[in-house]
C-alpha cells in the first residue's frame, strides 16, 4: 500500500540535513565526448537510499512539490526511497507524472523543484531528478512499468495528434480508463520531441521507445505513422470528429524560426530540428530529404541561440568532432533561457560562449557555402514584453567571423496547418491554439489541446502538466457523452 501524505512520518531533520550530498556522477568528459550515450551514470540502489535520506521532510506545503508543475508528491516518494523502497517510492511520481525516466533527466531542476528545496540553503539541494531518473529507470529494467488495473472497454474512441510527451501522456491516461485510442505522428516513428528533439546524450531513445511498446502492448494504443492532419491527402479534424468522440492536438511546436537576414537559405547554414535529427539519428528513422550527411568534423560551428535546443546543437557538434564550436547569443549570459546544467556542460566539454552579439548577414565563399557571417554587438535596454532586458545594436561594432557552418536554434513557432485549414478552430496571430486554460478545451467540441501547441516552446514538464488536464477534462467529456448527457 502506498501511503497519501508524510505529516505522521517522523524523521530525525538534524541528521538528515548534515548527509553529504552524492554528486551527479557525470561521465568524464574525453569520454562522453566519443559517443553519443547518456552522459551521466545514474544512481545506484545504495546511492538512491543515501541521497534521498537527505529530504528532511518539510511540512505541507512542501516547496519542491508546489515548484514541480506536476505537483509530484516529492518527500513522500523519497522517504519510500529513503527506506530501500524505490519501486514503492517511484511509484508515487507515478501518481502524477508517468514521464519520470523523462523528467528526471531533462527537467531544469534547478528552476524547478531543486531550486525550491530547503536544503538548497545551506549546501546542494536534494538531487530529485536524479533521484526521479534513477528509481524510475530501475523499476523499468527490473520489474517493467505497473500495469494498470483492468478497466472495462467503454466503447468509446479517442485520437490523438503527435506523438510527443503531450499526446503520449494524454494516449496513457485514457487508454487506462478503457477507452481505444488511435495515435496519429506526422514523422515516420512515434514519440515526437522525445525521439526528434532531445539527443539521445540526454536521453536515452530507450525509454521513449518502451513508453511506446508499453502503450501498445499492454494498453493497446495504436499508433499511425507518417500521417499528417490536415495534410493535403491525410484525414482532416472533420474526418477524425466522424470517427472518434474525441480528439486531442499535441503537435508541438516543431516548425524552426527564422531569422530573416541576408544569406540565411546558403547551404551550410542548418535550422536546428533538421541538424539534430540528421546527426542523431540513423537514416531510417527520416524522410528521403534528409538523410544526406552533414559534415562537421574539422569545422567551425556556430550555433545561434540560447535555449536548450542550442545547447543539444553545441553538444552534438562537439560530438561529431568539430574544430571550434561556439554559441552566438544575442543577449548576455543572465538573459539565457537554457538551463544552467545544460549550459555549464557545453562549456564543460569545449562550446565558446560569444554574449551581446547577433549575426546581420551569413557571406558565402567561392564555392557558394557560408564561409563568414558578419556580426553587430548588442546592449541591453529595458524589459520586453518576455521580462527579459532588450537587446539594442551598437553603432560601429560590426565585424566579422569566419565560419563553416551554421545552426539556427533560435526558436519555435507551433504548425501553422490548423489556422490554415481549420477555421472554426480558434488561434492567435501566432498559430497557437486558444483553450480553455482549466480542461484544454478548444472552440470545437469534443477536440482540446495542450503542450507546446497551446503555450508555445516551453519545458516537457511544462506541456504534460496541461495535458495531465486535458485528459481529465476529456474523461468528464466522454463520460457525459456516454451518459448520454
Ligand atoms: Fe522535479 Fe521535474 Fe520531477 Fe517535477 S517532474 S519533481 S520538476 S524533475
Ligand atoms: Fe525534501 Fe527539499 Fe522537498 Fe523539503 S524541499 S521536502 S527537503 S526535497
Known amino acids: 500500500m502506498v501511503l497519501d501524505d508524510t505529516s505522521h512520518l517522523r524523521v530525525d531533520r538534524k541528521s538528515r540535513a548534515k548527509i553529504p550530498a552524492n554528486d551527479i556522477p557525470y561521465r568524464p568528459v574525453e569520454e562522453r565526448l566519443n559517443d553519443f550515450e547518456e552522459a551521466f551514470h ?57 514521464f519520470s525516466e523523462v523528467c528526471g533527466r531533462v527537467c531544469p531542476q534547478e528552476h524547478l523543484c531543486e531550486g525550491a528545496c530547503v536544503i538548497g540553503k545551506l549546501r546542494a539541494p536534494v538531487h530529485i531528478g536524479m533521484l526521479e531518473a534513477s528509481a524510475a529507470t530501475y523499476e523499468r529494467k527490473t520489474v517493467g512499468y505497473p500495469l494498470p488495473p483492468q478497466a472495462n472497454t467503454t466503447g468509446q474512441k479517442v485520437a490523438v495528434v503527435g506523438s510527443g510527451p503531450a499526446g503520449l501522456l494524454v494516449a496513457e491516461r485514457l487508454a487506462k480508463l478503457g477507452h481505444s485510442v488511435t495515435v496519429y505522428e506526422a514523422w515516420s516513428h512515434p514519440g515526437g520531441l522525445l525521439v526528434y528533439g532531445i539527443p539521445n546524450f540526454k536521453l536515452d531513445k530507450e525509454i521513449p521507445g518502451y513508453k511506446i511498446r508499453y502503450l501498445e502492448e499492454k494498453l493497446d494504443v495504436k499508433f499511425v505513422c507518417n500521417t499528417r492532419i490536415c495534410a493535403e491527402g491525410n484525414p482532416t479534424l472533420d474526418d477524425l470528429l466522424e470517427e472518434y468522440d474525441a480528439v486531442f492536438l499535441g503537435t508541438g511546436a516543431e516548425i524552426d524560426a527564422s531569422m530573416r ?31 544526406q550527411n552533414i559534415e562537421v568534423e574539422g569545422k567551425r560551428v556556430v550555433v545561434i541561440g540560447g535555449g536548450d535546443t542550442a545547447m543539444d546543437c553545441l553538444r552534438t557538434s562537439l560530438r561529431m568532432k568539430a574544430e571550434e564550436v561556439t554559441c552566438v547569443y544575442r543577449r548576455s549570459e543572465v538573459e539565457m533561457p537554457a538551463g544552467i546544467k545544460d549550459k555549464h556542460l557545453a562549456e564543460e566539454e569545449g562550446a565558446r560562449f560569444e554574449f551581446l552579439t547577433v549575426p546581420t548577414k551569413f557571406i558565402p565563399g567561392e564555392d557558394g557555402r557560408v564561409a563568414a557571417m558578419e556580426c553587430i554587438r548588442m546592449r541591453l535596454g529595458e524589459p520586453d514584453s518576455s521580462g527579459r532586458r532588450r537587446p539594442i545594436p551598437i553603432e560601429g561594432t560590426e565585424f566579422a567571423m569566419d565560419v563553416d557552418l551554421v545552426v539556427l536554434a533560435i526558436g519555435y513557432w507551433p504548425d501553422p496547418l490548423f489556422k490554415n485549414t481549420e477555421p472554426w478552430l480558434e488561434s492567435d496571430k501566432w ?55
Open 42 to 98: 545514474l544512481y545506484d540502489l545504495e546511492t538512491i537510499k543515501v541521497e534521498a535520506s537527505r529530504c528532511i521532510m518539510c511540512h505541507a506545503p512542501q516547496p519542491c512539490v508546489e515548484a514541480c508543475p506536476l505537483h509530484n508528491n516529492i518527500p513522500l516518494g523519497l522517504w519510500y526511497m529513503s527506506q530501500g523502497e524505490v519501486v514503492k517510492g517511484i511509484g508515487v511520481f507515478h501518481q502524477t507524472s508517468g
Open 261 to 291: 537576414v541576408p544569406g540565411e537559405d546558403l547551404p551550410g547554414v542548418h535550422h536546428a530540428t533538421e541538424y539534430l535529427v540528421r546527426l542523431n539519428l540513423s537514416h531510417e528513422m527520416l524522410p528521403p530529404d534528409m538523410r
Open 431 to 485: 498559430g497557437l491554439i486558444k483553450v480553455d486554460p482549466e480542461t484544454g478545451e478548444t472552440s470545437r467540441e469534443g477536440v482540446y489541446a495542450g503542450g507546446d501547441n497551446v503555450n508555445g516552446p516551453d519545458l516537457v514538464v511544462t506541456a504534460l502538466a496541461g495535458a495531465r488536464k486535458s485528459a481529465e477534462a476529456m474523461a468528464a467529456y466522454l463520460e457525459r457523452k456516454r451518459d448520454g448527457d
